[in-house]
């Protein structure tokens, strides 16, 4: 089943907070999650009543045919009535389940928080920077006093619950906003391909941005089997943009690794694996950031 990412870049508009990062975004998630089971509540109700309210009108309309001795299968015409169009109506989008949206936050780390252990420290160097390129395109703000940097991304089956998602997110960050978050940045995103559950313990993302033809993102894919064969990494995903809302790198590669533990230039070799065009795609053209995971 194909998934799509909504991803959200957040800034704090003052340096200092009372509470924690864990604190804020814990409360985020709880009123996030609370507010998207309502929805799927009356999502649920609205489709019955539908139902209910038409299918008393077709099965008036068929009375005439329903008359004995099929007059003892009334229920059971009635139930096959009902659940043919709320069948109907969740096959064509109206109904969105809302239980599967998972939701994850992190805090976008400075170039200078991220170890180099010495394996090739100018590349890593070069896409770190290009990584704040990509920051400042989609609307952060890297003055010298400028806020903490965060992204959350939510995960979610359906196309049509994105507008849903979107709507709840900003509701919750308007009523809980004690922290003076703006959002700077949105994107959505659709999943090429990914490996392991959405849930990790891993301290840290590593996202890779870059252009590609399809021809390069086929051999990506077959590389990434080295990641965890040597690395033991078991979480990454490629994602390619679906809607532009200030992003403008088509596709994102990334991947759940403790990167204290293992070093980024490393893990950028085995990658490429030889691959000169994918190498010039990812450690030339593109750009790398790094997130630490808060929940």
């Known amino acids: 089943m194909e998934q799509f990412i909504y991803s959200i870049l957040l800034q704090q508009q003052r340096a200092e907070s009372a509470n924690s990062d864990i604190e804020v975004f814990s409360d985020l998630r709880t009123s996030i999650k609370e507010l998207l089971d309502i929805k799927e509540i009356e999502s649920k109700k609205s489709i019955s009543e539908f139902a209910q309210k038409n299918g008393a009108s077709l099965r008036g309309g068929l009375a005439q045919f329903l008359s004995t001795p099929l007059k003892s299968d009334k229920e059971e015409i009635d139930r096959l009535i009902i659940d043919s169009f709320e069948n109907l109506l969740k096959q064509a989008g109206n109904f969105q389940s809302l239980n599967d949206v998972h939701f994850g936050s992190y805090k976008i780390l400075e170039p200078q928080q991220v170890p180099l252990h010495r394996q090739l420290v100018g590349v890593v160097k070069r896409i770190l920077k290009n990584g704040k390129?990509?920051?400042?395109?989609?609307?952060?703000?890297?003055?010298?006093?400028?806020?903490?940097?965060?992204?959350?991304?939510?995960?979610?089956?359906?196309?049509?619950?994105?507008?849903?998602?979107?709507?709840?997110?900003?509701?919750?960050?308007?009523?809980?906003?004690?922290?003076?978050?703006?959002?700077?940045?949105?994107?959505?995103?659709?999943?090429?391909?990914?490996?392991?559950?959405?849930?990790?313990?891993?301290?840290?993302?590593?996202?890779?941005?870059?252009?590609?033809?399809?021809?390069?993102?086929?051999?990506?894919?077959?590389?990434?089997?080295?990641?965890?064969?040597?690395?033991?990494?078991?979480?990454?995903?490629?994602?390619?943009?679906?809607?532009?809302?200030?992003?403008?790198?088509?596709?994102?590669?990334?991947?759940?690794?403790d990167i204290d533990k293992h070093a980024l230039g490393s893990i950028i070799v085995a990658l490429v694996s030889d691959d000169e065009a994918l190498e010039d795609a990812l450690t030339t053209e593109g750009s790398l950031i790094v997130l630490e995971k808060i929940l």
């Open 133 to 257: 390129t990509v920051l400042n395109d989609s609307g952060v703000s890297l003055a010298k006093n400028s806020g903490d940097i965060f992204c959350s991304m939510f995960t979610v089956e359906q196309f049509s619950s994105l507008p849903i998602v979107k709507n709840v997110f900003e509701q919750v960050l308007e009523q809980k906003n004690e922290q003076n978050l703006s959002v700077v940045g949105q994107s959505i995103s659709s999943v090429v391909f990914r490996s392991g559950n959405r849930e990790h313990s891993e301290k840290n993302i590593v996202q890779m941005n870059f252009v590609a033809d399809e021809s390069e993102i086929a051999r990506l894919q077959s590389n990434v089997a080295v990641l965890e064969h040597q690395f033991g990494i078991k979480h990454f995903q490629l994602t390619k943009r679906t809607f532009e809302m200030g992003r403008t790198v088509p596709y994102r590669f990334q991947f759940a690794v």
